[in-house]
Nanobody, 122 residues
């Protein structure tokens, strides 16, 4: 039974910072591609950042230079550091996993999803 549990979402002011955490169980973050997605009211879900088995990263344009994705295989945990949150970053953030060794943010193999954690920037 695979579970992805996000935490760390909060209300934060512009100029502040947040770190989102995703803890996996029944699944190893080292075996596939991990990513963060987000969805704001009235908008479609969009990819934020992804990280591959070997640590290679991918970012949406809006996230480049402002967010950092990382993982700790030993802790089976995925992170998203939001260095420069802005009001437009307000959304529900989801952790997702693709068991395929080869994937990307635009891939269709994300079989596992967390329940989400709310980020509000104001």
């Amino acid at each position: 039974h695979v579970q992805l549990v996000e935490s760390g979402g909060d209300s934060v002011q512009p100029g502040g910072s947040l770190r989102l955490t995703c803890v996996a169980s029944g699944y190893s973050v080292s075996e596939g591609y991990m990513a963060w997605f987000r969805q704001a009211p009235g908008k479609e879900r969009e990819g934020v950042a992804g990280i591959g088995v070997d640590g290679e990263t991918e970012y949406a344009d809006f996230a480049k230079g402002r967010f950092s994705i990382s993982k700790d295989d030993a802790k089976n945990t995925l992170y998203l550091q939001m260095h420069d949150p802005r009001p437009e970053d307000t959304a529900m953030y989801y952790c997702a996993a693709d068991a395929s060794i080869r994937s990307c943010l635009s891939g269709d193999g994300f079989a596992y999803w967390g329940q989400g954690t709310q980020v509000t920037v104001s």
